[in-house]
């Protein structure tokens, strides 16, 4: 029987529904059921995109045509294509054929598992799993964080290395597992993960040596070609090919290539290549001089974080809606219609960018961040969303009071419990802040993070080192550990599955960490006046219950009594929006 028209549209009334009674398992469902009757629905795959986000899912199982219609999602320029990473990965290791590679990987000892599920992959016998879409754009726009297909895939990785390293060093027959479109369109889509997640598998030190080899094979071509294309992709699965001496002769050669790895050079080499320009170009307003500041700043030009591929974009100059739960409209209309608005600590751009769509063309946004590096990447980002109401700088932003300028409204997330007195921080966030203005922060929570701190007071006892290696070991032992509760919680942090993530969630050089009490001191302290949380329907329809009289929302004492009985609530971060000193 075939779908009526109407009936996408009722399933998207039904999930928006669900998801605003706090059901999101129902809202997810009748979304996926929209997307498969309406392929590329926009507004359905933005509904998705937001009830999927940072949600871990059990059980769900996915028809063929909610198949197809999560593979264009991830595709889909107004996606958020890690929304659908989870759901993705689930499928692909639950069915087969690329389940029957993820049992043979679960179905012996971590080595010889991953080997058996490697050697099946690569055969003639798994070209049906390796040709399949999903696994394609899973791999190629989003973060895999699968333990389960992580182990196949860097099984599969080590195999096509081992190839690669015997075929540059002439062994016969060793080139002929690359002869298949099926792998090398694979290899293709693994190196973009690789590039993602910033080369954070597990490598052994026979694969080091083989890098090496390949390497030096590389260094030998003068002018490389599409006969070299399996030592190019055998480097690219473990290694920035912009760190290449021959990377600009790729670049230049990369219309010689096969189309799936002239699309790897223009990302490894060429965006690379561009960010950095951009980031040598973004003006210095304001040097960094505090010494954690400093450190901060070294360990985001090493690992600019996060790394991300698309944003789904806000409802342009829809603030007014966002804000009108916690300012009232005398409030907003102060505000003006274009504010001024600051991202203090905007990263790689992913809330510059998107404040900038949601305030509106006429607004002025400046974003500004201590890591030329994460500018230059958010720079790119935003000329690539085509906005154009946001400015970049670099400062440090316990010294932009002496700016002398002031912003209706700012913004910033994750920055001050990075600060080594995040009082003096809001302080200078305050200082710049125009009379009755309105401030969004998001801090640590510390009872939501207790599993986070006590793996990272492990892992500084170890007095391990920040470099790439240290930090690729110390995860792979965080993964495989049995039996410790905190580092169970701890590895299914999404976080855990990027190198600049991991660094972030566990070697961080600063973190403080606070509870409603001390976030209610450090508002007082800079004469803020807290507003509430941002929520999620679920959580704000369980607070509802527990303390039902509306006033309680802008209660830090009400909050405190609930993230004790609900102590993941704020697994994110207290997102919070307050009003500055009229």
């Known amino acids: 029987m075939r779908a009526a028209p109407g009936d996408a549209e009722a399933r998207l009334l039904l999930a928006r529904a669900a998801a605003a009674r706090g059901r999101p398992a129902e809202a997810i469902a009748a979304g996926l059921r929209a997307l498969a009757l309406a392929p590329g629905r926009a507004d359905a795959v933005a509904l998705l995109s937001a009830l999927l986000a940072g949600r871990r899912l059990e059980g769900l199982t996915l028809e063929p045509d909610e198949v197809r219609a999560v593979t264009a999602a991830l595709r889909h320029p107004e996606a958020d294509p890690q929304a659908f990473a989870g759901l993705a990965a689930g499928h692909l290791t639950a069915r087969d054929p690329f389940g029957h590679a993820a049992r043979l990987a679960a179905g012996a000892g971590a080595g010889a598992g991953g080997d058996a599920a490697a050697a099946w992959l690569l055969s003639p016998k798994g070209r049906r799993a390796l040709a399949d879409p999903l696994l394609a754009a899973l791999l190629e726009r989003a973060i895999n964080t699968d333990p389960q297909l992580e182990a196949v895939l860097t099984a599969a990785r080590r195999r096509l290395l081992e190839a690669a390293a015997d075929a540059a060093q002439g062994a016969d027959g060793a080139a002929a ?24 598998f597990a490598e052994t030190p026979e694969e080091t040596a083989r890098v090496g080899a390949v390497a030096d094979a590389l260094a030998r071509r003068a002018r490389p070609g599409r006969g070299d294309e399996p030592v190019v992709l055998a480097w690219g699965l473990y290694r920035p090919l912009d760190r290449l001496p021959v990377a600009d002769a790729l670049l230049a050669a ?36 505090d010494a954690v500041s400093v450190r901060v700043r070294d360990q985001y030009e090493e690992n600019p974080y996060p790394r991300w591929t698309r ?4 409802r342009p100059g829809g603030w007014r809606d966002g804000l009108a739960p916690f300012f009232a409209a005398d409030e907003l209309a102060a505000l003006g219609p274009a504010p001024r608005v600051l991202v203090a600590g905007c990263g790689t751009g992913r809330q510059a960018i998107a404040a900038a769509v949601r305030y509106g063309p006429e607004a002025e946004v400046l974003a500004v961040d201590l890591s030329r590096a994460s500018l230059g990447f958010a720079v790119r980002m935003a000329r690539h969303h085509g906005v154009g109401n946001l400015r970049f700088a670099r400062a440090d932003l316990l010294d932009l009071p002496a700016l002398g300028r002031r912003f209706d409204v700012i913004e910033c997330s994750g920055v001050l419990h990075h600060l080594g007195d995040p009082a003096a921080g809001l302080r200078a966030l305050v200082a710049c802040l125009a009379p009755g203005g309105a401030m969004r922060l998001a801090l640590y929570s510390a009872r939501a993070r207790r599993h986070v701190g006590a793996v990272r007071a ?36 999404r976080d855990v599955f990027s190198l600049s993530g991991c660094r972030d969630l566990l070697f961080h ?41 509306p006033a309680r929302r802008r209660d830090l004492s009400a909050w405190a009594d609930f993230e004790a009985r609900h102590p993941d609530t704020f697994a994110g971060m207290y997102d919070v929006w307050c009003r500055g000193p009229a």
Do not use: K, M, Y
């Open 311 to 314: 944003l789904r974009l806000p």
């Open 254 to 289: 990369r219309a010689a290539f096969s189309p799936a790895v002239a699309a790897l050079i223009d990302r490894a080499v060429g965006e690379r290549r561009e960010e950095a320009r951009l980031g040598e170009a973004v003006p210095d307003l304001l040097p960094a001089r």
């Open 509 to 549: 050089v600063q973190e403080h960490r606070f509870d409603p009490p001390g976030l209610a001191a450090l508002l007082a302290g800079a004469g803020l006046d807290f507003r509430g949380f941002v929520l999620a329907p679920e959580t704000a329809a369980a607070f509802a219950r527990r303390f039902p009289e």
């Open 458 to 493: 492990e892992l500084a006892a170890d007095g391990l080192p920040t470099t790439p290696e240290a930090i690729r070991a110390a995860r792979q032992a965080l993964l495989a550990s049995d039996g410790a509760p905190a580092r169970a919680v701890v590895a299914t942090f």
């Open 177 to 200: 597992l690359w002869h298949r479109r099926e792998v090398a369109g694979f290899a293709a889509a693994l190196a973009h993960q690789a590039l993602s997640n910033e080369f954070v």
